[in-house]
């Protein structure tokens, strides 16, 4: 086996990797100060050709907010990939570099530990051949572990979850969180065909029958389209419903420390919620939106 380019191309490597680590140490970003967005995955990125998916989330899970630098750092590991010493190479490395873009989650979807594990065991004897050991940057200890919602290797067991995967990439938006043109202009037009307004960050999303439940962190600033301060000190601390939430996508609930707005109405003991939207710009400009909601006569 030639591993004379192989040496070559783990040399920059090295190099490349101790000359950025100060830049993003590595760590499973979820909370990315930078907005997520889907771009296509280029056909310059080498790396990641072939590899199941077209679209891939920015910044990824190495801290690169551009394509080009994603692509720059990507580069170094074609050689690693080419020379086969795990056949989920390629599907492990893409996951960190080139993250699969699902619209129901805002976070890139980090490798499962196991997937990590095996890639690793197989190409430590290839590196370890010239003295580069497995980078830190990888290690498999900082991944989930088990099956949860990642990205598993092609082995036995995996299938279920590419079929997951598969399955919420093809799952339709929820209405309620459909994209606004005008968002704060449509939830102050909407707010008198509610029942409320309420403001809140997620604590946990979950299925509950054919719904949503979503649960706050801690008490929520819940807005009544009539004024009664008991009611609404009742609900500032009860979860709510997305109803049908199980059968669509709504990414707002599952990006956690965002604030979110919300139109609902009550259905007995549920409090349904029909309208959702991030809210992304500063304290001040909320609580003038919504001095401006408590203001209006229904």
């Known amino acids: 086996m030639d591993l004379l380019p192989l040496r070559v191309s783990l040399v920059l490597l090295l190099w490349t990797l101790s000359a950025v680590a100060s830049t ?51 580069s170094s590991w074609v050689p690693l990939v080419s020379k086969r010493c795990h056949k989920d190479t390629k599907r492990f490395l893409c996951s960190l570099f080139a993250p699969v873009c699902l619209v129901e989650f805002v976070e890139p979807l980090p490798p499962c530990r196991s997937l990590c594990e095996v890639v690793r065991d197989g190409c430590v004897p290839v590196m370890s051949a010239f003295g580069f050991p497995w980078p830190e940057m990888f290690n498999c200890s900082q991944f989930p572990p088990g099956n949860e919602m990642c990205i598993p290797g092609t082995t036995t067991g995996s299938k279920g979850m590419d079929d997951r995967l598969e399955e919420h990439a093809k799952m339709p938006r929820c209405d309620a969180c459909r994209p606004f043109g005008d968002a704060e202009k449509e939830m102050q037009q909407n707010f008198c065909q509610h029942d409320f307004m309420v403001k809140l960050k997620v604590k946990e999303s979950h299925i509950n029958g054919g719904n949503r439940k979503v ?24 979860a709510f419903l997305l109803q049908k939430g199980a059968t669509c996508t709504c990414g707002e609930l599952l990006e956690p420390s965002t604030t979110l707005l919300a139109l609902g109405r009550k259905a007995g003991n549920k409090l349904l919620l029909n309208r959702i939207m991030g809210w992304h710009t500063g304290d001040g400009e909320l609580k003038r939106f919504l001095q401006g909601i408590r203001k209006l006569q229904c």
């Open 215 to 238: 649960v706050p962190e801690g008490p929520s600033l819940v807005i009544l389209k009539r004024l009664n301060r008991v009611e609404e000190e009742e609900i500032n601390r009860k």
């Open 24 to 74: 993003f140490p590595f760590a499973v970003s979820y909370y990315s100060p930078k907005r997520p967005a889907c771009r296509a995955i280029p056909s310059t990125m080498a790396l990641c050709h072939d590899v199941g998916y077209t679209e891939m989330r920015l910044p990824n899970l190495l801290g690169h907010d551009t394509l080009k630098e994603a692509q720059q750092q990507a």
